[in-house]
């Protein structure tokens, strides 16, 4: 079945720690994105990435890196910079970064830093 | 992108059609409307989009007003299983390069 995948689905950590989230697509896709979502809240743009070996600044970057180096692996770490790393994170992806293609969405890592 | 303006909450009873609406007043001419939905705790899931012309698929129907200012999303027979939040997100083709999800609706399909 061809799909994306997030794991895990739950994630405990400690506060201080890097931790890193994997988003895996076997679509084809060359595009693939990483969001962030807060209880009751739309969705807000971390990172995406248009092609491999290249990746770009969303609206809320700050405290989290990504890498690109295979077309269906687009990880993102949250470092200990980001003060508010608890949330729920969504990892999508689409045929391309232009406007026109729906994007689609693994069912997410729901991360907890105590 | 233009910005979306959608109910907070809707409820359906099982079986009726749910109508969706959602105003896009600033929408400009290579902006499409795209419709998502979102089950509690789950990523969303997309449904229809469409330019200007009504669309139609297996999950739903997509109507776009005249002056594209506004548009309805209708699922044709709700199910509890159609209890999601609903977002309709405006994105230009030509340079949108990720979609804007608002607080959407919350629609409640009632037994």
């Known amino acids: 079945d061809g799909g994306i995948t997030q794991s895990p689905k739950y994630l405990f950590r400690k506060e201080g720690q890097n931790v890193t989230l994997s988003c895996e697509q076997n679509l084809n896709h060359d595009a693939m994105y990483w969001y962030r979502q807060d209880p009751g809240q739309g969705l807000r743009l971390i990172y995406y990435?248009?092609?491999?070996?290249?990746?770009q600044k969303g609206d809320i970057a700050e405290g989290y890196s990504v890498s690109r180096e295979k077309k269906e692996s687009f990880p993102l770490t949250v470092t200990s910079a980001q003060k508010n790393p608890t949330a729920f994170y969504l990892c999508?992806?689409?045929?391309?970064?232009?406007?026109?293609?729906?994007?689609?969405f693994g069912p997410g890592t729901r991360l907890t830093v105590t | 992108d233009a910005k979306t303006t959608q109910p907070p909450s809707m409820d359906c009873a099982e079986g009726r059609a749910a109508n969706l609406p959602c105003n896009h007043s600033?929408?400009?001419?290579?902006?499409?409307v795209y419709w998502y939905r979102q089950i509690h705790s789950q990523g969303p899931q997309y449904i229809i989009h469409?330019?200007?012309n009504n669309e139609t698929n297996e999950m739903a129907s997509l109507i776009i007003t005249e002056d594209r200012k506004s548009s309805t999303l209708i699922l044709p027979h709700a199910t509890l299983r159609d209890t999601a939040v609903y977002y309709c997100?405006?994105?230009?083709?030509?340079?949108?390069?990720?979609?804007?999800f608002g607080t959407g609706t919350s629609l409640t399909v009632i037994p």
């Open positions: 999508a992806s689409s045929i391309d970064g232009q406007g026109f293609y729906e994007q689609y």
């Open positions: 600033t929408i400009s001419g290579n902006e499409y």
């Open positions: 469409g330019l200007k």
């Open positions: 990435s248009q092609i491999v070996n290249d990746f």
């Open positions: 997100i405006v994105r230009d083709r030509d340079t949108g390069n990720q979609f804007y």
